[in-house]
């Protein structure tokens, strides 16, 4: 079974300050991605990555930068917390071959205060 | 890029009868579709995806079909059951590559007993 981890389950930081949150998976996928969950939006692309030290912007990467190191884990990073980027993060990966399903992590239930 | 949308937006259904969730996309070049169904709290899991090369897969209780002329894809679930209760997201791969997914903005189905 594909095990997606997300270092913390809820995080509470302060505006301005700098946060990571970290994924780490256990199949050796070669695609992570950290999306962002709002109420009545759905799922949205932040950023994603199909190799070790490549990175690719999503839908809405303002704000959000990544750091792809090694290849079973995938950092979000917010370089200066805003009361906006309140949210929870989604980490999930999957396979380099094509039409292949993403596996979820639980999340990281940020707020920003 | 892909748009995926997704009918209805909540749904409340008595317990025994059918759910139909409909999908609809945008990108042609899509040819991988997922759906996914996240409980309150809890990660996204898949439950069902189909490729373009079929029209129908089943898995038990829930089934999915794909019309690939009118672009659309739909989610049933027969004899729902309480632990049905959930949102449902489906996705299509568009013309991305790297498994990257767009995602519907999910619908909250409830099953009442």
């Known amino acids: 079974d594909v095990k997606v981890t997300q270092s913390s389950r809820y995080l509470v930081k302060r505006t301005g300050e700098k946060v990571f949150l970290e994924c780490v998976q256990d199949m050796d996928h070669e695609n992570m991605f950290w999306y962002r969950q709002d109420p009545g939006l759905g799922l949205r692309l932040i950023y994603f990555?199909?190799?070790?030290?490549?990175?690719e912007k999503g839908d809405i990467p303002e704000g959000y930068s990544v750091s792809r190191e090694k290849k079973e884990r995938f950092s979000l990073i917010l370089e200066s917390a805003s009361t906006n980027q309140t949210s929870m993060y989604l980490c999930a990966s999957s396979l380099y071959v094509n039409n292949q399903p993403q596996h979820f992590g639980d999340g990281t239930r940020l707020s920003i205060l | 890029g892909e748009n995926v949308e997704q009918h209805p937006s909540t749904l409340s259904v008595q317990e025994g009868d059918s759910a139909v969730i409909k999908c609809t996309y945008s990108?042609?070049?899509?040819?991988?579709f997922p759906w996914y169904k996240q409980e309150l709290g809890k990660r996204p899991q898949l439950i069902i995806d189909?490729?373009?090369?079929?029209g129908e897969k089943k898995d038990q209780r829930i089934a999915v079909t794909l019309n690939k002329t009118a672009k659309h894809f739909s989610l049933h679930i027969t004899e729902t059951q309480p632990e049905d209760s959930a949102v449902y997201f489906c996705a299509a791969t568009g013309s991305y590559g790297n498994n990257r997914l767009a995602f519907g903005k999910g619908n909250q189905v409830v099953v009442i007993p």
């Open positions: 189909i490729r373009s090369n079929v």
């Open positions: 990555s199909y190799d070790v030290k490549m990175k």
């Open positions: 990108d042609s070049a899509s040819n991988y």
